[in-house]
C-alpha cells in the first residue's frame, strides 16, 4: 500500500513538475513584458479569486481569518508572489529556475528541520548530494562565462528568497495539517482580500498599458494552472510523499525548464544542461525512492 502511495506521489509530482517548469517560462515572459510584478501577482491572486469563491460559497467553507491562514497568506500567497515574480523581472530565466526549484530541495530540508524537527535520512543526503552536483552544473557555466551585474545579483538575492519562503509555505501547510483544497482556496482567497485593496490604491498603470493577450497570458497561467491546479496537485504529492521527498523531485526544474528556453526562447542547450539534467533526476530518484527494507 505504501508503496503504491509513494508512486502516486510521483506521478502526481511529476505534473507539478511540468506546470513549474512552464510557470518559470512564463514568469519571464512576463517580467519582461510590460506589466510589473506587483501587476501579475494581483491577476494572479484576483483570477484565482474569481475562480475559488464559488467553491468557497458552495462546498467548502474554510475557515479564513485566523492566525494559522493568515501566516500562510502572507507567506506563501503575497510575500513568495512579489518577491519571485521581482526576481524574474531581475535575472534570466536560468537563474529563476535554478535558484527557486533547484535551491528547494536544500531550503526545504532546512525549514523541515526547523519546523517539523526532522532531519534528512541518509538516503535523503545522498539524494541531495548528486542534485548538488547538478545545480553546480547548471549554474557552473551561467555564472562563470555570462554577464553578471548588480541588477542580476539583486534578482538572484530575490529567487534565494522566493524559494526559502517556498519551503518555509510549504512546512508550515504540513506542520497544521490543511488539506490540499483548504490550502489553495483559503490562501487564495485570504491573500486576494489583503493584497487587492492595497494594489488598487496605487493606481496601477502598466495593467492598462499592457497588450491583452500578455495579460489573458498570465492570468491564465498564473491564476488557474500554478494557483489552483498546480497547487492542489503539490499539496496532493506531499501528502503521499512528504516536503523532503517532494523537494528533491522538485530539483528537476531546472534543467527542464532550461531544455524550454531552447526550444521556445532559443536558449542554447548546452551539455552542462544535459548532465545537470540527468544528476539532478538522478538524485531525486534517490531521495524519493523507498528503501528495500521498507
Known sequence: MQTNTIRTGCAI???VIALWAGFVLVSRLGGTGTLQPADIAALRLGT????????WLLWLRVPLFNRRMLVLALVGGIAYSLTVYSGFRLAPV????????????????LCVWWVLG???????KRGLALIAAGVACLGLEMFLHGDYSL????????LVSASLLWALYTALVRRWQYGPWETTI??????AMLYLPVYALLRPQAIVQADMGEVVLQSLYQGVLVLIVAMVLYMQAMVRLGPARLGAMMATVPAIAGIGASLW?????????VVGLLLTSVGAWVGVRQRAAT
Open 118 to 124: 526532522e532531519a534528512p535520512t541518509r538516503q535523503m
Open 48 to 55: 484565482a479569486t474569481l475562480v475559488l469563491a464559488p467553491f
Open 265 to 273: 526562447l532559443d536558449e542554447p542547450l548546452t551539455p552542462w544542461l
Open 13 to 15: 509530482a511529476l505534473v
Open 151 to 158: 541588477h542580476i545579483a539583486a534578482g538572484d538575492a530575490l
Open 186 to 191: 483559503g490562501v487564495a482567497l485570504l491573500s
Open 94 to 109: 536560468s537563474h529563476g529556475a535554478l535558484l527557486v526549484s533547484g535551491m528547494l530541495p536544500f531550503t526545504m530540508a
